[in-house]
Nanobody
Framework: VQLQASGGGLVQAGVSLRLSCAAS????????MGWFRQAPGKEREFVAV???????YYADSVKGRFTISRDNAKSTVYLQMKSLKPEDTAVYYC????????????????????WGQGTQVTVSS
């Protein structure tokens, strides 16, 4: 499956931004979808994950500010980000975990089979 992330940009602290990730080449409902991010000089970190039935799980650092959702008809997963902070600055990656039977909500990057190219989010103070 191919993943194309979009929606990043340069924003001021406190505003909202929505990222999108369009999937193609596979049966979208077979995949658990996740968002990760990587800041300069840091390791890639988990942000949020959503199952094919829309169960979700978030990193503590974004809980209450970010919302992950998916539209299976459009084969797209979204990450709505509110109250952005400078520490949210990173390249954001979407990822797909082939999990057709078990809703495995993994926060581990190694669990994911496919990755998008990333979209840059820069939050200025």
């Amino acid at each position: 499956v191919q993943l194309q992330a979009s929606g990043g940009g340069l924003v001021q602290a406190g505003v909202s931004l929505r990222l999108s990730c369009a999937a193609s080449g596979g049966t979208f409902s077979n995949y658990v979808m996740g968002w990760f991010r990587q800041a300069p000089g840091k390791e890639r970190e988990f942000v949020a994950v959503i199952s094919w039935s829309s169960s979700t799980y978030y990193a503590d650092s974004v809980k209450g500010r970010f919302t992950i959702s998916r539209d299976n008809a459009k084969s797209t997963v979204y990450l709505q980000m509110k109250s952005l902070k400078p520490e949210d600055t990173a390249v954001y990656y979407c990822a797909a975990d082939f999990s057709p039977r078990v809703a495995r909500l993994s926060s581990t990057a190694n669990s994911y089979d496919f990755w998008g190219q990333g979209t840059q989010v820069t939050v200025s103070s």
